[in-house]
């Protein structure tokens, strides 16, 4: 299925992309303008606190680069190094990325593009260069609005690679989420415990599970080595559908119901066999409670009505507003669809990255 790449900051931005590589393995290409003919980058990997030096990658009298590794068999955050300065990116498994940066500070002056992670990144990096050139790099962990916005980035894909990029991120060699903190030792909770869950083997679900633990205080009713269920609350959702009636996601999960949240577009391809699987499960579980609430990012209101008319869902159309662009944001919606199972209590029991996987995760809450 191909997927539709929402571009950081904004829902009018669609376009269709799919995964692409060089062969079996990883690729990133791209520009360092104010590097010449030979001059060298290093490519550097992170075993849970120190960065060690991979390869390096020269460029040419243009300043590009063309550059391809195996896979590790895991996702992962890689850096380029140029002098003092260096940029992140991500890695899933054998995707294309391009970076364009310039020297000599490649730090603040890159773009990396090519997948949903990547863009997500990008964004958490924007996120936290604005509150650096407004506060001082000093004040960039004290900035509670800073902090909130990337809570709710981790919140929304705790299982992401991102969410374990911002957690092991150091500001002036100080943690940006401090395991010390009783609100930044509950996100790291919510990491640790979907990794756990989700990625037994991947080498860094050891690394948050030790750090969450050693930070946790003592309880005299809880065992002292168990990672504890990090709940994560929904966020609300209030928009209209197609007779004009509003619909809050809020309502649906106070009355106890089991919803399945859906962010798709009508227009696309993959459309119909989507809706396809939501009906299967919306017929098999919806005498027992189930709702699905589905929230369309089309442009064209026309096609998104004629669509909607014929579903027996809640299916409403997210604006091209500041509030529809903010429920992008709040669930992490980088690529379409995305879809999350939020349990009875209003708690958001899982990410569905695997249509396969979704009566299973549904059955889960009934």
Sequence with gaps: MKHIFLAAGTAAALLISSCSGSGDKWRINGTIDGLG??????????????????????????GKF????????YPDIYRLRAGAHSLYFPIDSIETLTINATAPDISTNHTVSGTPQAANLARVDSLLAASAASKGIAGVIADEELKRDLGQMILADPNGIVAYYVISKRIDGKPLFNPSVSLDHRIIGAVANSFTQNRPSDPRTTYLKKLYLDNRKPSASAPAKTIEAQEVGSFEIKLFDRKGVEHSLHELTAAGKPVVLNFTA?????????????NKVYEKYHPQGLEIYQVSVDTDEYAWKQTAAN???????????????????????????????INRQGVIAERVTDLSSLDRAVAAQM
Excluded: C, M, R
């Design 37 to 62: 003919d030979n001059d060298v980058v290093l490519l550097e990997g992170n075993n849970q606190g120190g960065w060690y030096v991979i390869d390096t990658i020269s460029t040419d009298k243009n």
């Design 266 to 278: 009508y227009t696309a391809e993959w459309s119909p066999a989507l809706n396809i699987e939501l």
């Design 66 to 73: 063309d550059y391809s590794h195996a896979p590790q068999g």
């Design 311 to 341: 579903l027996p869902w809640i299916s409403v159309l997210n604006s091209l507003s500041a509030e529809g662009n903010n429920n992008l944001l709040n669930y992490n919606v980088v690529s379409l669809p995305t879809t999350f199972v």
